[in-house]
């Protein structure tokens, strides 16, 4: 198994699956430059993590890059990217590696973007809620992830934040 296959499968970041691979957290051997790691330490490794693991109250933004800034009209923007590591179940489901590996692709380039004022331009788009002020450039280029989807996961964040 190749290392964005691994990261998607353990939830975390290629770089993250790299590191792991240097320092022996799994067992992995590097082949014409590319590691390829061992599917059964990966499930021991993704076992440890999930006992380790605790509940959350409320969603960890840590991965994901989130930029705020104001323009010259006063209206704050805030543009969270990173949505593949917020929207990792749906893409466990994804069982084919390669369908896996570019709808990762996908979520990695779109953006949820939240502003604090109603932006007109964007009433009765698919891709924005509440008077355009949630937004997102996903186009729901995967199946088993919706605009709405993303929309919803844009929902949260902006309470998240809020609070």
Avoid: F
């Amino acid at each position: 198994m190749n290392t964005t296959a691994a990261a998607i499968q353990a939830n975390v970041t290629t770089d993250t699956m790299r590191t792991w691979c240097r320092r022996g957290v799994i067992a992995a051997v590097k082949q014409a430059g590319r590691w390829i790691i061992d599917t059964a330490s990966l499930a021991h490794r993704i076992a440890i993590g999930a006992m380790c693991t605790r509940k959350q109250p409320s969603m960890d933004l840590s991965a994901a890059t989130i930029k705020t800034r104001t323009r010259g009209t006063g209206e704050t923007i805030t543009r969270v990217t990173g949505l593949h590591h917020l929207l990792a179940d749906r893409l466990t489901q994804i069982e084919d590696t390669g369908n896996r590996a570019h709808a990762t692709t996908i979520l990695e380039r779109a953006a949820i973007i939240i502003g604090d004022t109603p932006d007109t331009g964007w009433d009765g788009e698919p891709n924005a809620r509440h008077a355009g002020q949630v937004r997102t450039t996903y186009r729901g280029e995967v199946p088993q992830v919706t605009v709405s989807d993303v929309l919803d996961l844009a929902d949260q964040i902006r309470a998240q934040l809020a609070a």
